[in-house]
Nanobody, 128 residues
């Protein structure tokens, strides 16, 4: 029960904020991550936020340009993306790792197999 939104068409150098709304479960049990998949490429890790929101980790490709955050009251996680580049064009997916399904062993969850639930994806297109 993850719903991603916020994608769209933006010019290089612009910004977008992606949202991922969770429902049906206890949000504090989730570590939340964002991945992306560009055409013809594998899923790529983008960012992850720990269960309590106190720790983050970013892919080198987006470090300094993206910020992952969560609003527990709105049971939503965000990915603020700035200084967008054409190579950021991809479908972006949010994922949740549920501590009641897989025991926490870190917060560096950078592989899709480490997640339990996925949103449907939102397309980000960055024009040059």
């Amino acid at each position: 029960q993850l719903q991603a939104s916020g994608g769209g068409l933006v010019q290089a150098g612009g910004s977008l904020r992606l949202s991922c709304a969770a429902s049906g479960r206890t949000f504090s049990n989730y570590a939340m991550g964002w991945f992306r998949q560009a055409p013809g490429k594998e899923h790529e890790f983008v960012a992850v936020l720990s269960y309590d929101g106190g720790n983050t980790y970013y892919a080198d490709s987006v470090k300094g340009r993206c910020t992952i955050s969560r609003d527990n009251a709105k049971i939503t996680v965000y990915l603020q993306m700035n200084s967008l580049k054409p190579e950021d064009t991809a479908v972006y997916y949010c994922g949740a790792r549920d501590r009641t399904v897989k025991s926490p062993n870190s917060y560096y969850y950078t592989r899709p197999a480490q997640y339990d639930y996925w949103g449907q994806g939102t397309l980000v297109t960055v024009s040059s």
